[in-house]
T-cell receptor, first 112, second 111 residues
Framework: DQQVKQNSPSLSVQEGRISILNCDYTNSMFDYFLWYKKYPAEGPTFLISISSIKDKNEDGRFTVFLNKSAKHLSLHIVPSQPGDSAVYFCAAYGGNNNDMRFGAGTRLTVKP | NAGVTQTPKFQVLKTGQSMTLQCAQDMNHNSMYWYRQDPGMGLRLIYYSASEGTTDKGEVPNGYNVSRLNKREFSLRLESAAPSQTSVYFC??????????FGDGTRLSIL
């Protein structure tokens, strides 16, 4: 029962363009959402988060959008840089359990 | 500036052997977590501990046990290793509604 889904295993974009990574969730009790970035042979690192009381949060080149009615969130990276190439995980927290659930990840490749 | 420390970094086991993965955090977080990462499956929660003295099952707890030894330490034990448990294991810690901090992982191969 995968409660958080990232349906695109990979995404390739040109340097300077926008990268859009998508995530869907099924549990309406989730109320805190995060994006993590992971390089090979390292643990995931926190990138940006959003609470369910907001629909947008920005941090520099990174913006997360939340559509609660559609149970969908997205991460926008503008402009994309080669150093952004990594696996991006979407995560959701809340509900009856004090745990965090992750999606399967999307591998982003930014080409110079 | 250690954060979350996992030991060992690599391990090879034979089927049926047992071992314990260790995790320690120095950020005074209440919650600690164990995940496994497999290709195409993302990070799946094995067990978590919301606070010292409590542990709860996650998505894939079968074949594992955990111990929250104190606020800093949370160990994961494989009693009888199986090839299906070959994976990369990550430990994380956080406070509620705060980002998790992850260790660098333990790469476990079971032959």
């Amino acid at each position: 029962d995968q409660q958080v889904k990232q349906n695109s295993p990979s995404l390739s974009v040109q340097e300077g363009r926008i990268s859009i990574l998508n995530c869907d969730y099924t549990n309406s009790m989730f109320d805190y959402f995060l994006w993590y970035k992971k390089y090979p042979a390292e643990g995931p690192t926190f990138l940006i988060s959003i609470s369910s009381i907001k629909d947008k949060n920005e941090d520099g080149r990174f913006t997360v959008f939340l559509n609660k009615s559609a149970k969908h969130l997205s991460l926008h990276i503008v402009p994309s840089q080669p150093g952004d190439s990594a696996v991006y995980f979407c995560a959701a927290y809340g509900g009856n359990n004090n745990d965090m659930r992750f999606g399967a990840g999307t591998r982003l490749t930014v080409k110079p | 500036n250690a954060g979350v420390t996992q030991t060992p970094k690599f391990q090879v086991l034979k089927t049926g052997q047992s071992m314990t993965l260790q995790c320690a955090q120095d950020m005074n977080h209440n919650s600690m977590y164990w995940y496994r990462q497999d290709p195409g499956m993302g990070l799946r929660l094995i067990y978590y501990s919301a606070s010292e003295g409590t542990t709860d099952k996650g998505e894939v707890p079968n074949g594992y046990n955990v111990s929250r030894l104190n606020k800093r330490e949370f160990s994961l034990r494989l009693e009888s290793a199986a090839p299906s448990q070959t994976s990369v294991y990550f430990c994380a810690s956080s406070d509620p509604y705060q980002p998790q901090h992850f260790g660098d992982g333990t790469r476990l191969s079971i032959l």
